[in-house]
């Protein structure tokens, strides 16, 4: 063994000559290989099945090619509006967010003030309370604020209660926020702070300072921050199934609430067009970042 | 406490510092004001609400008394004693089904992965961009007894005719597996992708054999990932409720399955408000000794 590592300096790169080393030399990326293969699975299974001449009510075996889904996708009760409300409550909230959690990450990494641990531990609490523990502790507030006296006599009668779609916006704002502010904050903390002395060197004032230099430098973070809040927003579904009332639906509350009376092809055909769409939007932007390089 | 902002762009202008200043100092306040106060109000009040709901006796149409009384505690311990430890049976099992999957994967992409290292990272974070329940339902269609799975097992012989897999312990816990596994790769990645190769090289010019190498050098260097790992992991894991609804029965009910039903079902607040705390607590008991017994102190890694 010994003197096997003196001579393999770039051990990494070379190919083994031990056949013991080759297992561990090919193993490797085939296990790898094999695990991605696992996490594909169902992606490929929820394609494939958006094709699927299905009878019956579920949609389960496979029994023919067809294109209906694909044609119809709005084609059942209930989830047109329900992708309707997603979209909005995904947009609103990620505005929200974006900027309420953009100012912190601000305040957090560019001035000293008292108070940054307990900052700190707010941001870092709603990542590690789980989702279920989050959505029944605001199902408790938003119905307290009905019939509690504290919150009976402060809250706006009808503001919070009954639920509907703006319970779900207070929610996601609240579980985005977290996630925007660590965002934010990885990308302004290599941000180099002599390009904005520079620029007031050069007589621009604090605000022209701000849009002209700053911004644009920390605007990829801000639409990482953004882009991750869309995600989980358009995705929940513990929480949001916990504030949303009976009367509105997001597209993952509807696919739950029919999942156990039918399967339509549907349901795949949306969940495609939204990987798709997605894993469109990464290549673009892959794309454009290596032209301009 | 002095501000940052104090010597920003103070040598340009002499007139209104005072007013200035003054901002100046209040400017981290106002920044932060509107994004606390929301995560204040709809984040810690409703923490505490629900800790007072657990100490209450009632109902939802006649109000909420607070009694401070721990028959909600005794109900929760007393009746859900199975659904307490199943979640944390697999919510355990499936942490560490993802470290021992997890772990090779972010070794193999962050030390081998080459040119290839940005492809493969997207193909372990491609399940996000696909709703979470539609990606467990596609699991009900590969699991069930006549599917692309069991279905040739069976053919072949190599299964009984009554073997299933869909609706047992195995497929929930399967499930918590594939779900929360990128969770477990992306931290690991981070954080073998940040150890020095020169380290590991050091380790075998003085005569570490490669298993040696990686024990006493890799794997220590790569602590930091796998503790935020497994807190990514193990936090979710515990509180799902949706694998064990869609692929388990009914003795595969985990913790979060009674909450959902205290609360929606059967409007009873304070046992489900009660499980909530049980919950917390148990995350950050595990959590706690977890972080004493690797000995590392960065939560967020």
């Known amino acids: 063994m010994a003197t096997t590592a003196i001579e393999r300096p770039a051990l990494a790169l070379r190919a083994p000559r031990r056949p013991i080393h080759a297992v561990a030399h090919y193993a490797l ?221 997001t597209f993952p509350i509807w696919v739950y609430s029919i999942q156990k009376n039918a399967l339509p092809l549907q349901i795949n055909v949306i969940g495609s067009i939204v990987f798709l769409g997605a894993v469109g939007l990464v290549a673009l932007s892959t794309v454009i970042q290596a032209r301009r390089r | 406490m002095t501000a940052t902002t104090g010597d920003f762009g103070a040598p340009m202008r002499t007139h209104g510092r005072g007013w200035r200043q003054r901002i100046g100092r209040a400017t981290p306040y106002l920044l932060l004001a509107p994004g606390i106060l929301w995560l204040l109000i709809f984040f810690v009040v409703p923490s505490v609400q629900m800790f007072l709901t657990s100490v209450s006796t009632g109902s939802v149409d006649s109000g909420f008394k607070l009694t401070f009384s721990s028959k909600a505690y005794e109900t929760a311990f007393t009746r859900f004693p199975r659904q307490l430890t199943n979640s944390l049976v697999y919510g355990g099992l499936a942490t560490v089904l993802t470290f021992l999957i997890g772990f090779p994967v972010a070794y193999t992409i962050a030390f081998r992965g080459g040119r290839y290292k940005n492809l493969l990272l997207f193909l372990v974070i ?68 940040k150890i020095d190769p020169r380290l590991i090289e050091a380790a075998k010019d003085l005569y570490a054999s490669n298993i040696g190498a990686f024990r006493r050098v890799t794997f220590p260097l790569a602590l930091p990932g796998v503790f935020a790992g497994s807190i990514l992991t193990f936090i979710p894991a515990l509180g799902d409720w949706v694998n064990a609804e869609l692929l388990g029965n009914t003795q595969t009910k985990m913790i979060g399955n009674v909450i959902q039903d205290r609360f929606i079902g059967q409007g009873d607040y304070p046992v489900a408000a009660a499980l909530s705390f049980i919950l917390m607590a148990g995350i950050l008991v595990a959590v706690s000794l977890y972080a004493r017994f690797l000995g590392t102190e960065q939560l967020t890694g």
Not at chain 1, 39 to 50: D, G, Q, Y
Not at chain 1, 153 to 176: E, K, S, W
Not at chain 2, 126 to 152: M, Q
Request: net charge neutral.
């Open chain 1, 29 to 249: 990326p085939a296990f790898t290989i094999v695990a991605i293969g696992y996490l594909l699975l169902p992606i490929a299974v929820m394609i494939l099945f958006s094709f699927n001449d299905y009878s019956g009510k579920f949609n389960f075996a496979w029994r023919g090619f067809t294109l209906y889904g694909w044609l119809h996708p709005f084609d059942w009760q209930g989830l047109g509006p329900a992708v309707q409300t997603s979209v909005f409550v995904a947009t609103i909230s990620t505005v929200f967010a974006t900027i309420l959690g953009t100012l912190i990450g601000l305040a957090l990494t560019r001035y000293q003030f008292r108070g940054r641990g307990a900052i700190n531990g707010l941001i870092f609490l709603p990542m590690a309370t789980p989702e279920i523990v989050m959505g029944a502790s605001l199902l408790t507030l938003f119905v307290a604020s009905a019939v509690q006296p504290p919150f009976k006599d402060v809250v706006p009668r009808g503001l919070l209660y009954p639920l509907g779609v703006q319970t779900i916006l207070v929610a996601h704002i609240m579980f985005n926020i977290s996630y925007v502010v660590v965002t934010v904050k990885a990308r302004l903390a290599g941000f180099d702070r002599r390009l904005e002395e520079a620029a007031m060197d050069l007589g621009a004032n604090e605000w022209t300072t701000f849009w002209r230099v700053t911004f644009p430098l920390i605007f990829p973070g801000i639409l990482a921050a953004a882009l991750l809040a869309f995600s989980l927003s358009i995705d929940d579904f513990i929480i949001t199934n916990l504030v949303s009332g009976s009367t509105t639906n």
């Open chain 2, 126 to 193: 491609a399940p996000f961009f696909t709703s979470f329940l539609i990606r467990t339902i596609s699991w009900k269609i590969l699991l069930n007894d006549t599917g692309p799975v069991i279905g040739p097992l069976k053919d072949a012989g190599l299964v009984p005719e009554s073997f299933g897999l869909l609706y047992t312990p195995l497929a929930v816990v399967a499930g918590i597996t594939y779900n929360f596994l990128p969770f477990m790769v992306l931290p690991l990645y981070v954080a073998l992708e």
